[in-house]
């Protein structure tokens, strides 16, 4: 059979982009990265495996593919994103992404031992839902995450709730994605290490106004109690609505990273009988609120019967954390006040690699 002229003219024309592989993960933990654009100047990638926040650049061949060794690396799930010619850009050869309120990154996985407790493996699985909720507090439809344990379909059984918050540029996906919470939960509880539990992943993302520039402090202090408004008159309601829930304190715990620890203390310190159990992973009163903290708060805090209502209020961060200084402010307000939690100093800084360790670690300790 013949093929016209103008039918092979119209074929597309292999280039190395046809069998480029990227993230390549090599058998010594080195990974290269790799992508096609013959028409670049310039090639970079950032990513939560640098201990730094300069990117690396990627070097071109004669071909027009840009590539980088990085690694070794310790086995773990990371997140990176390329920049080309000073646009930030997918890797479109990894289809694994982690979303966020406006923008995207990819994922990558190293397995191995050290990733034992977040993968999915051969164990009953709970199911993750995306459920959607009028939200009469912002006037929208709002979306969560929420975690059923195994089993929760076929019972009658009613479960303690964790509501888990995210951090700042991610929303209610995050946790899922990235923080691999539901095959964490689903290992702990295959493993008893954990108790059988319903877990909240609100989007603490509030709708920011028009603005240029970073949010002013007043800004930020409505946002903080738009998401508080929020969580307590919307998605708290909906969730003990919907889901076979135990209702008391005793039977709730809330924790968060970031702008989600910021948010779960302000909770801790305004509704100090809500959560029985506190976890605040890379976190502290950060701004204007770091200073108006002792005053907005002084009646919880110099309350005598706050710690009797406190099973756990668990902090912890990395030594590298860009946000120590703010912990360590939050952590002297407590002292001062004789506000009793554990702390928790690791190795590494303000990212993902240890907020999926925390939460390893804080959800056995809960509803004990």
């Not at 002229?5 to 024309?13: I, K, N, R």
Request: proline letters at 7%.
């Amino acid at each position: 059979m013949l093929v016209s002229m103008g039918a092979m003219a119209q074929m597309p024309q292999k280039t190395p982009n046809d069998t480029l592989k990227s993230p390549k993960v090599l058998d010594d933990k080195r990974v290269m990265i790799q992508i096609y654009a013959p028409k670049a100047s310039e090639v970079t990638v950032g990513g939560d495996f640098l201990s730094s926040p300069k990117p690396l650049s990627l070097t071109k061949n004669d071909q027009g593919v840009w590539s980088v060794l990085i690694g070794p690396l310790k086995p773990d799930y990371y997140s990176y994103t390329l920049m080309v010619d000073g646009v930030r850009t997918m890797d479109p050869k990894n289809p694994v992404i982690k979303q966020g309120i406006s923008s995207l990154e990819n994922m990558m996985a190293l397995t191995g031992p050290e990733t034992a407790f977040e993968d999915n493996k051969a164990v009953p699985h709970g199911e993750v839902r995306e459920v959607w909720y009028s939200s009469n507090t912002l006037g929208m439809m709002r979306r969560m995450h929420v975690y059923t344990p195994p089993g929760y379909e076929k019972g009658t059984t009613k479960y303690p709730v964790f509501y888990l918050l995210h951090g700042g540029g991610d929303d209610d996906s995050g946790w899922n994605t990235i923080g691999r919470s539901g095959f964490i939960l689903d290992n702990l509880i295959a493993a008893g290490k954990a108790k059988p539990m319903i877990v909240v992943m609100p989007n603490g993302s509030m709708p920011l106004p028009p603005q240029t520039g970073m949010p002013d402090a007043n800004t930020m202090n409505r946002m903080r109690d738009l998401f508080s408004s929020e969580l307590l008159k919307d998605v708290m309601p909906t969730v003990e609505k919907s889901y076979r829930t135990l209702t008391t304190p005793e039977s709730r715990a809330i924790a968060g990273l970031s702008m989600g620890g910021f948010q779960t203390l302000d909770l801790t310190l305004t509704r100090p009988e809500l959560f029985n159990y506190v976890g605040v992973f890379s976190s502290g009163f950060f701004g204007a609120t770091a200073d108006e903290a002792d005053t907005k708060y002084a009646k919880v805090l110099n309350d005598p019967s706050f710690n009797k209502g406190k099973k756990l209020f668990w902090v912890a961060i990395g030594k590298d954390d860009f946000v120590m200084d703010a912990n360590k402010k939050t952590l002297a307000m407590l002292d001062k006040h004789n506000i009793k939690y554990q702390y928790k100093e690791t190795s590494g800084g303000h990212t993902w690699v240890n907020w999926r360790q925390y939460l390893n670690e804080y959800t056995p300790m809960l509803f004990k």
